[in-house]
């Protein structure tokens, strides 16, 4: 079973005859307690064009040390990392190969590169003994996989010397020690004096096919086929040149990537990482049906239909877990007087239910081909964007016409919608305008980098309307699953007093979200506003 060790260090390197300082005495640190030597081995695993290393991703296999087995270190932010670890196997285990999958997709793992570290462990401890961080001083040899290993194709072939050695220094807090932002501070202005450098590499990788001759250069992914040269500026427009495939795949680019990096998060099931990522499937959706002038439709489509399954696939749990949320918060707003009945327990084993089984079918999702599939097909899109000629044009005017095309779509589901009379047909009308001003908000937002304030402020009505109605609309579905709880309780014979009371709650808070929603329109809909998105 993989455990998970959070990492917050700082990485150095020295010249051969540098001499560390003494670090007792500095901020907090009371005694230094030498640990001894240790001889570590390890091979790092990635495809033969490194996409791993792309990412900052580093997977290894070590032995020597504490903590032999395997290692996936996922970037969480600079100078953190999350170390995922896995015991001693002779391939690469599936818990770390499944967390990778959104970046390596069926390509084999390979042994590029070895590291052979001879590591000198130091902790630092305050005046009570509790340790704060951790310095090891590392000599380092590195050489490319070889006779008797497997080797990447760049590994046969790459330029460069085939060996290379360096010294490191990895000042690292300990997990649940004393230590913290500043004693690393403290530490690296301590040992700048002594002559030590920040590290010029990210990590030891990346610094092993840097001198190995391994590196592989990254295509530029910034431009887009047809901007540059020749584009128009608009107002609001930012950078000159910018064209609207220049502005429309930066979006895509975006959510795509979120996609990719949230996998392993949800596959590690934290916090908030489904609903994120299921927000990324439905803006890039909305995307490629905003933006079906710079896009090409008969390729975007497919692609849109696959993402409509992927969320709906991500919201089974999380659609559970925000109305179990409601549910619960409704109850416990009643006074205690008003809970008849084994109301908390009945709530309870209803989203339990629920839940049984949605993890595993969500994991069989993500290790499934039709997902894999779907990944393949957006790296492809990535590599060969397909823009049609509408791309090439300055971007304000197309994104415009983009944002005020949808607005007008919501602007005719409103007006059906406040038209209707209450009942289920509002909630339904409701419903479709939700979405509409779920997607003019999305346009709205991938076209502010060329519209820039209006862009922005138009968003931001936009998406107070799109929450009113989704408030709305949650309130349909709980009413839904209150009426069910109800059955259920009755059925027991335990009354359903309190579900209906709870109904009751419901009603009244849509009735107040339809009362507010025609004001907060009217400030989406005025003219001056819309006017302001046009160049």
Do not use: C
């Not at 933006?291 to 497919?302: A, F, G, N």
Request: net charge positive.
């Amino acid at each position: 079973m993989a455990d998970t060790v959070r990492e917050i260090e700082r990485k150095y390197e020295a010249d051969d005859d540098t001499q560390l300082p003494d670090l007792a005495g500095i901020d907090r640190v009371a005694t230094v307690v030498e640990q001894g030597v240790e001889v570590l081995d390890a091979r790092y695993y990635d495809t033969a064009d490194q996409r791993l290393a792309a990412d900052g991703i580093t997977l290894r296999r070590r032995t020597g040390g504490r903590d032999a087995g395997w290692h996936l270190k996922l970037p969480v932010a600079p100078g953190v990392r999350d170390e995922v670890r896995a015991p001693l196997s002779d391939a690469p285990p599936a818990e770390l190969t499944a967390l990778v999958r959104s970046r390596v997709l069926d390509q084999e793992l390979l042994p590029l590169v070895r590291l052979r570290t001879r590591r000198t462990v130091r902790v630092l401890q305050d005046a009570a003994g509790v340790p704060l961080a951790e310095v090891a001083e590392d000599t380092v040899r590195a050489r490319r996989a070889g006779e008797g290993e497997e080797a990447g194709e760049a590994g046969e072939s790459g330029e460069g010397p085939a060996e290379a050695r360096w010294r490191e220094i990895e000042v690292e807090l300990i997990e649940d020690g004393g230590g913290d932002a500043g004693l690393l501070d403290e530490i690296g202005r301590a040992l700048a004096a002594a002559g030590v450098r920040p590290a010029t590499s990210a990590s030891k990788l990346a610094r092993a096919l840097a001198e190995t001759g391994l590196e592989r250069a990254r295509p530029d992914k910034g431009r887009t086929k047809g901007s540059g040269k020749g584009s128009g500026k608009g107002k609001g427009s930012g950078k000159a040149g910018r064209t609207a495939g220049d502005i429309v795949l930066r979006y895509v680019r975006e959510q795509v990537r979120v996609i990719i990096e949230l996998d392993p998060a949800v596959r590690r099931d934290l916090p908030d990482s489904v609903h994120q990522m299921r927000v990324a499937t439905r803006r890039l959706r909305s995307a490629f049906r905003s933006y079906t002038k710079v896009l090409d439709r008969s390729v975007t489509e497919p692609i849109g239909i696959e993402l409509k399954w992927l969320a709906a696939e991500l919201g089974v749990d999380r659609d559970r877990e925000v109305l179990t949320e409601r549910l619960r918060a409704g109850l416990a707003e009643l006074p205690r007087t008003l809970r008849l009945g084994p109301v908390a327990a009945r709530l309870r084993i209803w989203s339990e239910r629920r839940r049984a089984g949605s993890r595993g079918r969500l994991l069989a999702v993500l290790d499934g081909p039709r997902y894999l599939s779907l990944l393949k097909t957006l790296h492809a899109l990535l590599e060969a964007p397909p823009l049609r000629k509408a791309a090439t044009r300055p971007a304000p005017e197309v994104v415009a016409q983009a944002v005020l095309k949808d607005y007008e779509r919501l602007a005719r589901r409103m007006e059906t919608a406040l038209d209707t009379p209450a009942g289920q047909a509002r909630d339904e009308a409701l419903h479709g305008a939700r979405k509409a001003a779920k997607r003019t908000r999305y346009a709205a937002e991938a076209a502010r980098p060329a519209l820039g304030r209006p862009a922005k402020k138009f968003a931001r009505w936009t998406k107070r309307v799109q929450q009113l109605l989704g408030d709305h609309q949650d309130s349909v579905v709980a009413r839904g699953a209150l009426r069910e709880l109800a059955t259920q309780a009755q059925h027991a014979g335990e009354g359903g007093f309190t579900f209906g009371l709870l109904y009751g709650r419901e009603e009244a808070r849509a009735a107040d979200r339809e009362r507010e929603l025609p004001e907060v329109w009217k400030k989406v809909s005025r003219r001056e506003n819309r006017a302001a998105l046009r160049p």
